[in-house]
């Protein structure tokens, strides 16, 4: 295949409703979408994870037109690929910037499943027709209001619940969560809120049967969560702490996480999800798909990963009427009963919606290769 233009566009969406966690809250969504053209006339999508802000990890949308303009676009653009897995290749000489590297890679892989008229799941090896659906909620107002999301989404099917944790604003949450619905799957992700100087206190989410407690420490570690993980029955997930197959294979083998959440955007792409996938098979190290906020092109991306045998657990792959008024491709992503249907159309099985795209878009700029 051969990838002889790329278009960029940032787009902007609104939030249905803000979101917020231990890190900040989001009103609105800016977004870097990828359209990679194949001289054969067709178009792979993908979009970055990253936002405005350095908060998640240290790549912003400010960060990402650079690297892809200046060295990521070159590399795909230059010569024609058997496979997108070279892509991977082609970047590994180009340090961090994971959510950039994701985000054009990603698109050359649907660019090729489309190619061969074939499912992006089917190319990934995606076995699942089927997949279960999560939910993951802000920090709320007050406990009450928290209360009855939770009730809400459990009546529209969620197969789990994940809340949002920081100091504060915790214990007395599970306690309350726990109380009115003592039966349901139900996890929390601190987004780094803690250190080891907390054991004590987080000694005390093991009462609550949570399937997993995710990145209670450190962005960045997975020594200390090795240490934590001594002291707690929970589970620990890793989430902002592994961007590689390396990270993932250091971190089992500490015993700093028992549970992997894989986000496509934060491992650098789908070649690299593939490798970790295949990891955590061999080390019966159970995964699931976390959510970045993505648009329904992101979302897309996300179902087919989570068509993967190893992804056991649910994922935050909430359907598009969870997250926008108007999502960015059609048909939208629906879930019926907890649970969303893996698309059998071509690529990633969902239409990005030219015309809406159109009108959302605050920028755009065509690249193309020099030699045709
Ligand atoms: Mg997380």
Redesign the pocket.
């Known amino acids: 295949m051969k990838i002889n233009e790329i278009i960029l566009r940032h787009i902007k969406m609104d939030l249905l409703h803000p979101f917020t966690t231990s890190v900040g809250t989001e009103y609105d969504k800016d977004v870097l979408i990828i359209e990679a053209k194949t001289d054969s006339g067709y178009s792979g999508w993908a979009e970055s994870v990253s936002i405005k802000e350095p908060i998640y990890n240290e790549e912003t949308i400010g960060t990402n037109l650079p690297i892809m303009k200046d060295f990521l676009f070159p590399l795909v653009l230059e010569e024609a690929l058997d496979h997108p897995s070279e892509v991977a290749e082609r970047f590994r000489s180009i340090r961090g910037n994971f959510n950039a590297k994701a985000a054009v890679e990603q698109a050359v892989w649907d660019a090729y499943a489309k190619e061969e008229g074939r499912t992006l799941s089917e190319v990934l090896g995606g076995t699942k027709k089927e997949i279960d659906v999560g939910v993951s909620i802000g920090i709320t107002e007050t406990k009450e209001a928290l209360l009855e999301k939770v009730r809400d989404f459990i009546d529209a099917g969620y197969k789990r619940i994940k809340v949002k944790v920081k100091p504060g604003w915790d214990i007395d949450v599970l306690e309350a969560i726990r109380e009115t619905f003592p039966d349901i799957e139900l996890m929390a ?1 601190a ?1 780094c809120a803690y250190t080891l100087e907390d054991i004590d206190h987080l000694k005390k989410f093991d009462r609550f049967g949570l399937m997993m407690i ?2 209670p420490l450190d962005h960045d570690d997975i020594i200390d969560h090795a240490k934590l993980q001594k002291h707690l029955q929970t589970p620990i997930c890793l ?2 702490s592994l961007h590689t197959k390396e990270d993932v294979r250091k971190a089992v083998e500490l015993d700093s996480c028992r549970i992997v ?1 894989l986000k496509v955007g934060r491992v650098g792409g789908l070649t690299e999800t593939l490798a970790i996938h295949d990891l955590c098979m061999e080390k019966n190290i159970p995964m699931w798909c ?1 959510g970045m906020l993505e648009t329904g092109i992101g979302r897309a991306h996300n179902i087919a990963i989570t068509s993967l045998e190893g992804f056991t657990y649910p994922g935050d792959t909430a359907p598009s009427s969870h997250y926008w008024e108007r999502d960015i491709i059609s048909p939208a992503v629906e879930m019926k009963d907890g649970i969303i249907h893996v698309p059998d159309r071509p690529g990633i099985g969902y239409e990005p919606d030219g015309d809406y795209i159109e009108t959302i878009t605050l920028y755009k700029e065509r690249f193309t290769s020099i030699r045709k």
């Open positions: 992700d987004n995710e990145q989430d902002e959440n976390g």
